[in-house]
C-alpha cells in the first residue's frame, strides 16, 4: 500500500501521524504540490482532483483523509482506533464528520487558508469579509469544541484515543500558522498536548514547524 503525501499538508499529517504512530506497514511517497507535482497528468489520472493525500492499495485508489483513516483502521483490524460495536463507532464517525463539515468549512477555508496560501488569498475588501465571515464562526466552533466535543474527556469520543482525535488534531494544529491563541480554550490546549506526546508526533510534524518558522513574522487575524 501507497500514500501519496506532502508533509506540509494539513489533510496529508493525520494519515502521515496514525501511520507512524501505530507503525503501519505503507510505502510514503512525497508528491511535491509547491512545485506543482499534484497536477502532473500522472498524478491527476490517479485522483482528478489534484489533491493529496491519497491512498494506492493494488489497484484500488482512496481520496479523503478521513475515508483513508477508516480504512487503514478497518484494513489493520484496529478496533480500538477505529470501534466495530455500532454506537461507538457511530461516535467516532460524527466527530470526523464534524471536523471536516462544521468545524473545517470555516476554520480552513474562511480563516487560516486564506491567510498563509497565495491561491487562497482573495482580492481587496474580498479577503477581510471573508476573515469577518470566519472569525465569529471559527470563534463559536472552538468554543464547542472545548466546551461539549471533548468536555472533560481526554479525546474527542471520550476516554480512548481514536482516529478521530489523530484527524481533529491535525486539522486545529493548522492554526498554529496563524497563531491561534489556544490558551482561551483550555481543554483544546490540553488535547493538543495530549496528542503531541504520541511518539510519532515530532518525526511526522518537522515540516509543519518549519512552515510555522517562515510564518512567524506575519501579522494574522485570529479567533
Ligand atoms: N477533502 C480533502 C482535501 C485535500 C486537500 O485539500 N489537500 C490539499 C493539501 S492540505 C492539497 O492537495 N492542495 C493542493 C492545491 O490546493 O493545489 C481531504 O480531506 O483529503
Known amino acids: 500500500m501507497k500514500l501519496y503525501y506532502h508533509p506540509v499538508s494539513i489533510t496529508s499529517r493525520p494519515l502521515a501521524l496514525f501511520i507512524a504512530d501505530q507503525a503501519l506497514e505503507v ?6 504540490i509547491l512545485k506543482g507535482e499534484h497536477h502532473s497528468e500522472a498524478f491527476a489520472a490517479k485522483n482528478p482532483n489534484k489533491l493529496v493525500p491519497l491512498i494506492e492499495d493494488g489497484d484500488f485508489l ?4 478521513s475515508a483513508m483513516l477508516k480504512y487503514l483502521a478497518d484494513k489493520h483490524g484496529l ?3 477505529y470501534p466495530t460495536e455500532l454506537q461507538a463507532r457511530a461516535r467516532v464517525n460524527e466527530r470526523m464528520d464534524w471536523f471536516n463539515t462544521g468545524f473545517y468549512r470555516e476554520y480552513g477555508y474562511h480563516l487560516v487558508y486564506p491567510q498563509i496560501f ?12 471573508i476573515l469577518d465571515w470566519g472569525v465569529p464562526r471559527c470563534k463559536e466552533a472552538l468554543r464547542v469544541l472545548n466546551d461539549h466535543v471533548l468536555g472533560d474527556n481526554p479525546y474527542v469520543c471520550g476516554q480512548s484515543v481514536t482516529i478521530a482525535d489523530f484527524f ?3 486539522l486545529v494544529t493548522a492554526g498554529e500558522h496563524i497563531r491561534v491563541d489556544f490558551s482561551a480554550y483550555p ?9 503531541k506526546a504520541r511518539s510519532s508526533w515530532a518525526a511526522t510534524h518537522a515540516a509543519h514547524e518549519g512552515l510555522r518558522g517562515m510564518l512567524a513574522e506575519q501579522e494574522f487575524v485570529t479567533p
Not at 187 to 195: D, K, L, P, T, Y
Open 27 to 32: 510505502e510514503l511517497e512525497v508528491v511535491d
Open 62 to 65: 482512496l481520496t479523503e483523509s
Open 79 to 81: 478496533t480500538g482506533m
Open 118 to 129: 497565495p491561491n487562497h488569498k482573495r482580492e481587496g475588501a474580498a479577503q477581510q469579509a
Open 168 to 170: 481533529g488534531v491535525c
Open 187 to 195: 481543554n483544546i490546549q490540553a488535547w493538543i498536548e495530549r496528542m
